[in-house]
């Protein structure tokens, strides 16, 4: 508790270590939208298997730390980023790298429910109709794989012809989550996952979290603390965006080392 | 916060340092009254007016058509009226008014002064149709109420519509079956609408042995001249080719000319045997007629008519009406030519126009960068959707028809020539104008529509890794179609009513043929057409007897309305299925 914002510029870490090693690098990442920078230095390590959450204010800028990692931000118009980003030692910004691929890589979900006007079935196995994948066989495997890993399998095993518009919003946000895993990425990217959805939903979801971890890296905005405390195991604090502190959740949450993440959890501000 | 001294002028106000802020009080009444101007009632009402007044016009347009297209075809009494002088008129009334007589229009200055003084000067007349064009010279009269004498309705009168000359309207004395007569005592109109029955047979024949037969002779005979007009274009007039060709030719010619002096003896001989068959007519004022029967479409008792014997004439008109050609300078007969032309060239524009503008939309959309020339581009769209039609006739026949079609001619149909092929204004020029004209309205409405595909759609297909055409191919133009859709029913609603540049790119007045046919291609893209708004056009200005045409452009413009209304609804119903399957759902 010995060290304030203001006057010092670096991260407090004592993250903890998954056993299969570092799968992302960040370091000395700046971002700016137009002329206003969003993001100030952030260096940080994704442990691979591990669930990381980012968590903060509003307007901390987590969902852009979160979409600079798929590239998503590349659509947006007067964008300019400094610094380094690699996944397994590859530059993610690297000219050679092709942004498609290293989407594929990632799954993304995203805040509010965004399902595909189609079918259940056709949603789930988009990204491989993405990637030509024809073979009614393998996609039929997807589709059921995928289900039963968001743990919406049983709900809708007999609707997979049926609009997935007609889904409840966990129900979509599930699908969301399946199409995400269908892919077979290595990362799941999750835009606060569970803010449109009520507390048994909610609930669903978390539990998924936990089912997934282990099998991919997942990294989570939330707002909510103790879904952040529930299912992850490093949790970053952003504030004004900059990293504050990154290490254990446990640690986050009961004893943290800065004065500012103290205040954020405790919920004396934010 | 602490209040001091409340209650006063001013309120003094102490923030938590104590610092004494001091505010200087408004003293706001606020009033518990009904507040009207603010709830804005009055706009709500001057808006609902102004819908009603819209809504007015338009329902009251359409009632108009409506009312007049629909009673078009309903047979009215006819009435025979003496007049003063001894002369009889029989007709049905068209309308009535009351007008300011002058000296020129009064037949009997010293009788009809009296009623006409007591009219305040005021007299009435009515016009009725009579008929009888051969004999009278005109078939609509005047009638002045107070040259009457007498008015009734016989029974027995007779309304006869025939190929030429308009209705005539008088009584059958005798007919004539090839020397058999039968005198008026034993005359029946079932006897009539008997011999009538075979006359029609023997009509029908000619019309296939005329329009068929005899159109597919001439059209081999000028198939076999450009085949010589092609193999003396490429190899010259003295070259052996050309005079095996000739040969060929000669011989070809020899046959189908046989062929034709046959079918035309038979046509002849048919009509010959058809002018045996007449009917003995005499109008109300004892002028005789003869007609052949054969002349005779539809005979009737209108003064003594059952209700379904009322309704058959009312649809069977209907029916000539849909499916018969035009007859008479268009003032007769039926429709259907314009009916094809006008689907076929709304359909042909639709599918034009669909992917152009979608295209055009989609790349200054999804693609283009978004900076000063797109705006430009854009502006330049919409201000195309208001360069006047007619411009559009103009560049269409200078440049589809001229240009391309001359082209095309010089190409593909040297041997036709001079006589332009795709030269001059057709089907597919005439589409291609509107589709240039209405394209506007599809790029600015799928614009919309790929504006209105929420970010968060494209961002979950990019997300899984798809390529931006990809996203665009799976999930935003499906998403889109039902607002390009929208865009697509106005644009065939505005194509399909326009008329001034079709005058100019290939709509006629009459035209001979269908644009398909069962001659080879068998779709004939290049041939004139005909064109429901230009018929009303053609039917209200351009004929000889605007009377007899006012109750056909009501009926031509119901018919117009309905059509490019049921186009609108059947596209609009696609544009709902599709809306239901991306827009179901709930959060
Ligand atoms: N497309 C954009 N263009 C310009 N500025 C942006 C854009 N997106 C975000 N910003 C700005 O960047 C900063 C960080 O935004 P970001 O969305 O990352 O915050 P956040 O931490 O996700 O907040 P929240 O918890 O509310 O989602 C904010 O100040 C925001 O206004
Ligand atoms: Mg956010």
Redesign the interface.
């Known amino acids: 508790m010995s060290s304030s914002v203001d006057d010092q510029n670096s991260t407090v870490y004592h993250i903890e270590r998954g056993s299969q090693g570092t799968l992302m690098k960040i370091s000395d990442f700046n971002l700016w939208y137009g002329k206003s920078q969003a993001l100030f230095s952030v260096n940080m390590e994704i442990e691979r298997g591990l669930v990381t959450a980012l968590i903060g204010p509003s307007g901390c800028g987590k969902s852009t730390l979160l979409r600079s990692i798929n590239r998503m931000n590349d659509l947006i118009d007067g964008l300019t980023i400094k610094g380094k980003m690699t996944i397994d030692d590859q530059d993610i910004y690297s000219s050679v790298v092709d942004v498609i691929a290293l989407r594929k890589v990632m799954g993304m979900v995203f805040q509010k429910p965004n399902p595909f006007p189609m079918s259940i079935a056709d949603n789930v196995t988009y990204p491989l109709k993405v990637d030509g994948v024809r073979d009614r066989r393998i996609l039929n495997e997807t589709v059921e794989k995928a289900l039963k890993g968001a743990a919406l399998w049983e709900e809708v095993k007999d609707r997979l012809k049926e609009n997935a518009l007609g889904l409840s919003g966990g129900q979509q946000q599930r699908l969301c989550i399946a199409r995400a895993i269908a892919g077979d990425p290595e990362v799941l990217l999750m835009d606060e996952p569970c803010s449109a959805l009520d507390p048994v939903a909610t609930a669903k979801i978390e539990d998924l979290i936990d089912a997934l971890r282990g099998k991919y890296s997942i990294v989570i905005v939330t707002h909510n603390m103790q879904q952040a405390a529930r299912v992850s195991d490093n949790t970053a604090f952003m504030y004004l965006g900059k990293l504050i502190e990154y290490g254990e959740t446990s640690i986050i949450f009961t004893n943290p080392k800065v004065d500012k993440t103290m205040e954020y959890v405790t919920g004396r501000f934010g | 916060m602490e209040f001091n001294e409340p209650g006063k002028g001013q309120q003094i106000l102490a923030d938590t340092d104590g610092n004494v802020i001091t505010q200087a009080s408004t003293s706001r009444q606020r009033s518990t009254v009904w507040d009207f101007k603010a709830r804005g009632e009055p706009f709500v009402w001057s808006l609902g007016a102004a819908l009603a007044i819209g809504v007015l016009m338009i329902v009251g347009f359409v009632a108009l058509i409506l009312y007049n297209g629909i009673l078009t075809f309903y047979p009215r009494p006819i009435e025979v009226v003496e007049l003063r002088g001894g002369d009889r008129i029989a007709g049905d009334l068209i309308r009535s008014e009351t007008f300011l007589p002058g000296t020129d229009n009064v037949a009997d200055p010293d009788s009809s002064a009296k009623t006409i003084i007591d009219n305040k000067g005021l007299s009435k007349r009515s016009l009725l149709r009579t008929g009888n064009f051969d004999l009278y010279n005109d078939d609509f009269k005047w009638v002045f109420d107070d040259e009457i004498v007498s008015k009734h309705f016989p029974k027995d009168i007779l309304f006869i519509e025939r190929l030429e000359w308009g209705p005539f309207i008088g009584s059958a004395k005798s007919m004539d079956l090839n020397g058999q007569i039968i005198e008026g005592a034993n005359l029946s109109t079932d006897g009539l609408e008997k011999a009538q029955d075979e006359a029609r047979s023997r009509r029908l024949r000619i019309y296939e042995i005329e329009r068929t037969e005899i159109a597919s002779i001439n059209h081999y005979l000028e198939k076999a001249r450009l085949a010589l007009r092609k193999v003396e274009l490429r190899h010259g007039l003295e070259s052996p080719e050309y005079k095996a060709e000739l040969e060929k030719y000669k011989a070809e010619t020899e046959t189908l000319n046989a062929q034709y002096q046959e079918l035309a003896s038979e046509a002849a001989a048919i009509k010959q045997m058809d002018s045996r068959f007449t009917v003995n007519l005499e109008d109300v004022n004892g002028k005789p007629k003869t007609l052949p029967i054969s002349q005779i479409t539809r005979l009737f008792t209108p003064n003594n008519l059952s209700f379904t014997e009322r309704a058959w004439v009312y649809l069977s008109r209907w029916y000539e009406f849909l499916t018969q050609e035009p007859r008479e300078a268009n003032t007769e007969g039926g429709v259907m030519p314009a009916i094809f032309g006008t689907f076929c060239m709304t359909v042909l524009m639709a599918l034009g126009v669909a992917p152009f503008g979608v295209v055009a939309a989609l790349y200054l959309k999804e693609y283009a960068k978004q900076g000063k020339l797109v705006s430009l581009i854009r502006i330049c769209v919409n201000n195309l959707a208001g360069v006047p039609s007619i411009v559009y006739g103009v560049f269409g026949l200078g440049f589809f028809a001229y240009v391309l079609g001359g082209s095309i001619d010089q190409l593909f149909y040297p041997e036709r020539l001079p006589t332009p092929t795709f030269g001059s204004g057709g089907l597919l020029w005439a589409s291609l104008t509107l589709a240039l004209l209405t394209v506007p309205v599809v790029i600015v409405a799928t614009e919309e529509a790929l504006a209105a595909v929420?970010q968060?759609?494209r961002?979950?297909?990019?997300?899984?890794?798809?390529?931006k055409w990809?996203t665009i191919k799976?999930?935003v133009l499906?998403?889109a179609l039902p607002g390009i859709m929208t865009g697509l029913i106005l644009a065939m609603a505005r194509g399909a009513e326009e008329v001034a540049p079709l005058m100019l790119v290939g709509v006629v007045k009459l035209a001979p043929e269908l644009p398909i046919d069962s001659f080879f291609p068998f779709v004939h893209f290049e041939r004139s057409f005909m064109h429901l708004g230009f018929h009303i056009f053609d039917l209200g200005f351009q004929s000889r007897n605007s009377e007899a045409a006012i109750p056909m452009v009501y009926v031509t413009t119901l018919l117009l309305i309905t059509l490019v209304f049921a186009m609108n609804i059947a596209s609009i119903i696609i544009r709902n299925r599709l809306k239901r399957?991306?827009?179901?759902?709930?959060?």
């Open positions: 929420p968060s759609m961002e979950g297909s990019l997300a899984c890794g798809a390529s990809q799976w999930i499906p998403r399957k991306f827009f179901t759902g709930h959060f």
